[in-house]
């Protein structure tokens, strides 16, 4: 190889040399770029996650949800709870019921040895319901068990209501024909007994009606409150005190002459005709 032929191929070499270089020099600038890009999009993603954030905190803050008008629901509560002294307790629930328009239907004490107990049911406005719970709780100590159940009766009042409406037209129809058109005997009373039936269906639906009207429109919350005391071992004997003993004795005196007297009394015929007999021999031996 001559020295015109090395140089040819020495000039070759290095122009291939210099190209792989500024190849690689050229992708690592494309990777640099894209690790830049991927930096923007990470911090375009940081920007618009806080915004995510209030988003859920402003959801989980509108907790109030508005019941809608026409729904018809029947509220009711059972629960026991511990309290340090029941009749406070009951006290305290009767004041909260009497600001929030509420009564006692019914009330049950009971007192043994193990524990105080008093059982009660509360009616109560629907819309004060939850803020009456809410004042109980405030009063006991302890709870043991809430239980809430809901009832709608929407669909039955609506059905209600609807058949109402037409039993009350077929009944003012009934009535036209028995003033215009019954003219026989056998008419009136066949039109008499049509209204007689209808106005039986018609009271009964008013009376469910009213039946749910009243169960809606107030709750009812049974309440047990408790309270523990220290077991006492009841004595197999009792002892009498001397108070009782003396007691005991003026009682035992004062019924022997409460029946003294009644024994007189119910024996004053004989009392007064033994007092005659007594003075009429005491004057006979005298002359």
Known sequence: MNAKQFNSVLKISVFTFLSIVIMSCNQSMKSEAYALEDVKVTDEYNAFAPENVNDDVALSTNTSIKMPKDL???????????????????????????????????????????????RFTIKVPQEYFDVLMDSVNGVVEFVEYENITTKDVSEE??????????????????ESILRKNAKTVEDI???????????????????????????????????????????????????????????????????????????????????????????????????
């Open 72 to 118: 018809k629901i029947i509220k009711s509560a059972s629960a026991r709870y511990k309290v340090r002294n029941v009749k406070l307790a009951t006290h305290k629930i009767k004041l909260f019921a009497g600001k929030y328009k509420a009564y006692i239907s019914d009330l049950r004490f009971e007192n043994n040895l193990y524990s105080i107990e008093n």
């Open 157 to 174: 009042y609506v059905d209600l209501n609807t058949r109402l409406k037409t039993k009350l037209e077929v009944k003012q129809r009934y």
């Open 189 to 287: 009373l066949a039109t008499e007994e049509k209204l007689r039936i209808i106005q039986e269906e018609i009271e009964s639906a008013q009376g469910r009606l009213k039946y749910l009207t009243n169960k809606v429109a107030y709750s009812t919350i049974q309440i047990d409150l408790y309270e523990t005391v220290e077991y006492k071992e009841e004595p197999e004997s009792y002892s009498k005190t001397f108070f009782s003993k003396s007691k005991e004795g003026f009682g035992f005196g004062w019924n022997i002459i409460e029946g003294i007297v009644l024994g007189i009394i119910h024996l004053w015929p004989i009392v007064i005709l033994a007092t005659i007999a007594f003075f009429y021999i005491r004057k006979r031996l005298r002359k």
